[in-house]
C-alpha cells in the first residue's frame, strides 16, 4: 500500500489518531506517559532517519538539537507564559535556524568528519546550558508546568491528554515527512545522497539540498524536544547526554533508515525494551544495578545483530516478509534503507567491487 | 607567565592521552576504513581489568601490563566477531555496529563491576613538580604519561616503516587488493591492526584514568576528544593524530585555564567544536588530509 | 625507461620447469550479471597466450577468475594438473600464478624498493635469500635499480610497468597473468615491454597470458591466440594463423 496521495497519508494518519486514542483511554498512565515518550521519539528519529537516509548525512549530534527546542520551550513557558501550540512553533523556528547553521558548517563535510562534527555539538550544546546557570538553570534545569485546557473537563487525566498532544504533534510531523520525502525535494536529496557529483551535474544545488536536509530534521528533533518539555517536565542537561543522540541513530537504523514506519519501530524499541528487560531481570531477584545494565547490554546486542543479519532494518524485514507472501515485485526505490556507498576493499572474498563500477572488460 | 607555562605543560600532558587515542583511530581508518566508536569503551574496558588485577596483585606493573595484553586480545577480538562480516557493507553498517560494541562493553562493565566511581593508581608521585622555585603545573606521574605515549608512537613509528610485519600492514592499508594479489593475508593484517588500536587504546585508558575516575562512561569524553583530534590531523594522518590531538589538548587546556571559573571548564567542549569547525571548514578532511582525498 | 635494451635477464631455463594452465568450462559474474560464461583456454607451458577481444568481452573478468579476485561460479582451473579454483589470491599466488592487473598496479606511497619487497611476501625465505632476489631484480631492470629509494609515484609510465611486473616476477610464478600491460604507454616503450613479455617466456620458460586491446602487437609475439566475444570463446588458434585472418581480425579485432 503505497502512501503517494495526500488523502491516504491524511487518512493513515487520522486512523492512527483514532487507535492512539482508544489505547489511552483503555490503558493506564503509565502506558499514556509512554505512548507520549514514543510519539516524542518517533518526531525526532524520523527528522534523523530522512537525514541520513534520503540525504546521506550522518548526525551524532541530534540529542543538542533536542535540547534547543527543549530549552526554548521550556523559558517561553516560564517566562512569558505562552500557550504551548505558540511556544511549539517558535521552539521549531528556533531549532530550524540552529539546524541552518549546522548544516551550513557541515555542508562540505563527508562520513566520520561530519560524525565528529556533529556529535561535538551535541555536547558542546548542553555545555552551554551548564556554564550559564542563570538563565537555564544549570545542572538542575527548568521545570515546566504543564496542564490540561478546560474544554476537556476537569476528570480528564494530564497523562492522557500528554499522550494525545505528542501523538497528534508526532502525526502531523509524520503527514509533513511524508510529503516532502515524495516531492521534488525529497526526489533531490536521494540524488545528492547517491552521487553528489552527478547530482551536481544535473543542476541541483547540491549544498542547498544538504542544508535544507540538515534544517527540516533539526526542526523535527526541536518539536521533539518541546514535546519532550511537557511530557517529562523537566528539560536539564542530563536528559540530552550523547546517550540519547546515538539512541536516536540506532533507533533509525534499526527501524529501517530512510522509512516513516522504521522511525515508529525504532522508537517503540528504545521505549518498551529496558522496561521490559529491567521488569524480567528484577523478578529474578537480579540487583537493581545489573537490572539497569542487563537491557543496555541487550540494546547493544540487538544492534550489533540487526546490522549484521538485516542491515534494512525492521520495515525492511516487513517488506521482504510481504514480498515473499504475496509475491509483489516492490522496487523499494524510492525508500532506500541504507545510503549508497563506495565499497572500500574488503578483507575476503570480493575485493573486486571497486572494478564492478568500471564494468567488464 | 608561570600560569601561561603550566597550563602549556598539563595541556600537553592530556594531550598526548588525546593523540593516543586519535592514533588508534587512524590505526583502524587506514586499515579498514571505518570509525571504531567503540575504542573509548574497549579502553574503559581493558582499565577496570587493569584495577582488578591491580588489587589482587598489589602491582600497578602487572596490572598495566595485563591492561595491554587485553588491549591485544580485546580489540583482535572485536575485529574477527563484529567487525569481519561489515566489511563488504555500507559504512554506516559498521558505524553502527561499533556503537553497538560499545554499549555492550558498557553494560558489561556496569553488570561485572558495578556503577560506582572507582579511583585508579598511579605509578609515580602526583605531587607537582619544582624547577628552581617555580611550580611547573605537572608532576612525575604526568612526565610517565607523556613518556609512555611518545615512546608507544615512535615504536609503532619505526615498526611501520622498518619492518616487513609494517610494510605489510601500510600495503594492506593503501590497496589491498594488489596486497592480496602479492600474498599478503589481509585479513590477518587487519586483525593484527585492530590489536595494536586495542593496545594504544588500553594504554590511554590506563594514563588517564587516574584523572577522570573509572567508571563505564568514564572514556566517553576522552574518546570525544581523541576523534575530535583525529579528524583534526585527518583521519589518514598519523602524523596528524599527533599534532591534532598536542594542539587539541593545549587549547582545552588555555580555555579553561584563562576564561576563569565554572564557565571556562564547561565551555572547553564549545572551544573544542570551534575549533573543530573552523579548521574542517578550511580543510574538509583535517590538516594533514594528501591530495588523495577519497570520499567516504 | 632509457633506449638501451634491458639488460641481460640471466642465466637460461627454456623449458625447464615450464607449468601449463587450463581453464575449463569457467562461469563468473558479477551480481546479476554473467561475464564469463564457460570459458576454456589452455596455455600452454612456457608459451604466450594472447587473449583478445573487444571491450567487454570478459577478458580482464578471465584473468580475475583465474587469479582469485572475483570467485568463478563453475569451471576449473588447472595449474599443471592442480585445480585452483575457487581459492583467495593469496593461496592462488603461493601456487604459482601471478597476476598483474591492468591500471594501478603500483602502490605510489611507498618507494620502489618496497614495492618490490612486497612482491617477496609469498615467500618463507631467509632474509639473505630476499636480498639476493632483491638484487638480481634490480639487476635486470636497471631504471629501478637507479630509482631503489623514490617514491613510486615518482616513475614514469614505463617504468611503472616495468616495476609491476618486477615485483609480480619476484613472487617467482610459474604463470604470468598480464592485464593490458601497453595501456597508456608511448608506442616505443610499449615494444619494450613486449620485448620483455617474450624473453621471459623463451628465456625463462614462464607460462604466460597475455589480454591486450592492441590485438596487433600481441599477435606479434604470441604462440597462441584466443578471442573472446561476450563471455565466450570464439576462436582458438596458432597466432599466426589468427593475425593472417583478415575476416576474423575485422570482425572481431577491429584491424
Known amino acids: 500500500m503505497t502512501m503517494r496521495t495526500l488523502p491516504r497519508r491524511l487518512g493513515l494518519a487520522v486512523i492512527v489518531a483514532a487507535i492512539v486514542a482508544v489505547l489511552s483511554i483503555k490503558l493506564n498512565a503509565f502506558r499514556d506517559y509512554q505512548i507520549a515518550e514514543i510519539a516524542m521519539y518517533v518526531t525526532a528519529v524520523a527528522g534523523l532517519s530522512v537525514l541520513t537516509g534520503l540525504s546521506g548525512q550522518i548526525s551524532l549530534g541530534h540529542g543538542g538539537f533536542m535540547a534547543v527546542g527543549a530549552y526554548t520551550t521550556a523559558l517561553l513557558l516560564l517566562h512569558l507564559n505562552w500557550p504551548f501550540y505558540a511556544a511549539l512553533l517558535v521552539a521549531a523556528a528556533v531549532t530550524a535556524a540552529a539546524g541552518a547553521v549546522v548544516g551550513v558548517a557541515a555542508a562540505r563535510l563527508r562520513g566520520p568528519y561530519l560524525a565528529g562534527a556533529t556529535l561535538l555539538f551535541g555536547v558542546a550544546i548542553t555545555a552551554v546550558a551548564v556554564a550559564f546557570p542563570g538563565t537555564f538553570g544549570g545542572d538542575q534545569g527548568l521545570n515546566v508546568v504543564f496542564t490540561t485546557p478546560s474544554f476537556v473537563g476537569a476528570n480528564f487525566p494530564l497523562t492522557r491528554w500528554q499522550a494525545w498532544v505528542s501523538a497528534l504533534v508526532a502525526l502531523v510531523v509524520l503527514v509533513l515527512l511524508a510529503n516532502l520525502h515524495y516531492s521534488r525535494i525529497g526526489r533531490n536529496w536521494r540524488a545528492v545522497r547517491d552521487d553528489d557529483v552527478a547530482a551536481a551535474l544535473d543542476g541541483i544545488n547540491v549544498a542547498a539540498a544538504r542544508i535544507r536536509a540538515f534544517v527540516v530534521s533539526a526542526t523535527c528533533a526541536g518539536i521533539a524536544g518541546a514535546l519532550l518539555a511537557i511530557v517529562t517536565g523537566l528539560v536539564a542537561p542530563g536528559a540530552f547526554t550523547i546517550t540519547l543522540s546515538i539512541a536516536l541513530l540506532t533507533a533509525a537504523v534499526i527501524g529501517g533508515l530512510g522509512t516513516l514506519p522504521g522511525a515508529l519501530w525504532g522508537s517503540l524499541l528504545i521505549v518498551l525494551l529496558p522496561v521490559y528487560i529491567t521488569d524480567i531481570a528484577t523478578s529474578h531477584g537480579l540487583s537493581s544495578t545489573v537490572g539497569a545494565n542487563i537491557p543496555i547490554v541487550a540494546y547493544g546486542v540487538v544492534l550489533i545483530l540487526v546490522m549484521l543479519v538485516f542491515p534494512q532494518g525492521i520495515q525492511g524485514a516487513l517488506r521482504w516478509v510481504i514480498n515473499a507472501f504475496f509475491g509483489t515485485e516492490q522496487k523499494s526505490r524510492t525508500w532506500r534503507a541504507a545510503p549508497a556507498t563506495h565499497v572500500t576493499p574488503s578483507a575476503d572474498e570480493t575485493p573486486a567491487s571497486q572494478h564492478e563500477k568500471e564494468g567488464t572488460s | 607567565m608561570v600560569e601561561f607555562l603550566q597550563l602549556t605543560l598539563s595541556g600537553i600532558v592530556f594531550g598526548l592521552v588525546y593523540a593516543a587515542i586519535a592514533l588508534s583511530l587512524v590505526l583502524i581508518w587506514r586499515g579498514t576504513r571505518l570509525l571504531n566508536f567503540a575504542q573509548g569503551g574497549m579502553a574503559m574496558f581493558t582499565t577496570y581489568v587493569a584495577i582488578e588485577v591491580i588489587y589482587r596483585t598489589h602491582s600497578y606493573w602487572v596490572g598495566f601490563a595485563v591492561a595491554l595484553a587485553a588491549g591485544l586480545v580485546l580489540g583482535a577480538a572485536c575485529e574477527l566477531t563484529v567487525v569481519r562480516p561489515t566489511l563488504n557493507k555500507p559504512p554506516l553498517n559498521s558505524v553502527i555496529v561499533t556503537i553497538g560494541l560499545l554499549t555492550v562493553l558498557e553494560g558489561l562493565a556496569g553488570i561485572l563491576y558495578g556503577g560506582q566511581y572507582r579511583s585508579f593508581p598511579t605509578a609515580f608521585s602526583i605531587t607537582g613538580l619544582r624547577v628552581g622555585g617555580t611550580a611547573l603545573g605537572v608532576s612525575r606521574s604526568d612526565v610517565f604519561v607523556a613518556a609512555a605515549v611518545l615512546v608507544a608512537t615512535l615504536v609503532l613509528a619505526v615498526t611501520f616503516r622498518y619492518t616487513s610485519a609494517g610494510l605489510r600492514m601500510r600495503a594492506a592499508a593503501f590497496n589491498a587488493t594488489i596486497a592480496r594479489l602479492s600474498g599478503i593475508r589481509v585479513a590477518r593484517v587487519l586483525t593484527v591492526g585492530w590489536a595494536l588500536a586495542g593496545l594504544l587504546g588500553a594504554l590511554a585508558g590506563v594514563l588517564v584514568t587516574p584523572s577522570t575516575f573509572l567508571y563505564p562512561n568514564s572514556m566517553d569524553i576522552i574518546f570525544i576528544y581523541g576523534f575530535t583530534a583525529a579528524v583534526l590531523g585527518g583521519l589518514d594522518s598519523a602524523v596528524g593524530a599527533v599534532v591534532g590531538g598536542l594542539v587539541l589538548g593545549v587549547a582545552l587546556s588555555y580555555a579553561g585555564g584563562y576564561v576563569g571559573g565554572s564557565v571556562g571548564a564547561d565551555l572547553t567542549s564549545l572551544v573544542a567544536l570551534g575549533i573543530l569547525v573552523t579548521v574542517l571548514m578550511i580543510r574538509p578532511d583535517g590538516l594533514f588530509a594528501g591530495s588523495r582525498m577519497r570520499r567516504v | ?255
Not at chain 3, 612486497?118 to 630476499?130: L, P
Not at chain 3, 639476493?132 to 639487476?139: I, K, M, N, T
Not at chain 3, 609480480?168 to 613479455?197: C, I
Not at chain 3, 607460462?207 to 586491446?213: D, G, K, W
Open chain 3, 1 to 255: 625507461m632509457s633506449n638501451e635494451a634491458l639488460a641481460d635477464p640471466g642465466p637460461a631455463a627454456a623449458g625447464d620447469g615450464a607449468v601449463s594452465l587450463a581453464i575449463e568450462g569457467l562461469v563468473a559474474g558479477y551480481g546479476e550479471v554473467v561475464a564469463l560464461d564457460g570459458v576454456s583456454v589452455t596455455a600452454g607451458a612456457g608459451a604466450i597466450t594472447a587473449v583478445l577481444g573487444a571491450n567487454g568481452a570478459g577478458k580482464t573478468t578471465l584473468l580475475r577468475a583465474v587469479s582469485g579476485m572475483i570467485k568463478p561460479r563453475r569451471g576449473r582451473v588447472l595449474l599443471g594438473g592442480t585445480d585452483v579454483a575457487g581459492r583467495s589470491p593469496e593461496q592462488v599466488v603461493r601456487a604459482g600464478i601471478a597476476h598483474v592487473p591492468e591500471g594501478q598496479g603500483v602502490i605510489p606511497e611507498l618507494t620502489v624498493e618496497e614495492n618490490l619487497r612486497i612482491g617477496m611476501m609469498s615467500w618463507r625465505a631467509r632474509k639473505a635469500e630476499r636480498a639476493a632476489a632483491l638484487e638480481e631484480a634490480y639487476g635486470r631492470f636497471p631504471p629501478l635499480a637507479v630509482r631503489r629509494r623514490k617514491l613510486a609515484s615518482t616513475l614514469s609510465g614505463g617504468e611503472r610497468q616495468m616495476l609491476v611486473i618486477a615485483r609480480a616476477l619476484l613472487a617467482r610464478p610459474k604463470v604470468l597473468l598480464l592485464d593490458e600491460p601497453s595501456l597508456g604507454l608511448a608506442p616505443r616503450v610499449m615494444a619494450q615491454v613486449m620485448d620483455l613479455v617474450v624473453r621471459l617466456s623463451r628465456e625463462h620458460g614462464l607460462t604466460i597470458v597475455l589480454v591486450e586491446q592492441n590485438a596487433r602487437s600481441a599477435l606479434s609475439i604470441a604462440d597462441h591466440g584466443v578471442v573472446l566475444n561476450l563471455g565466450r570463446v570464439v576462436v582458438s588458434a596458432d597466432a599466426a594463423a589468427l593475425a593472417a585472418d583478415v575476416a576474423l581480425r575485422h570482425h572481431y579485432l577491429g584491424f
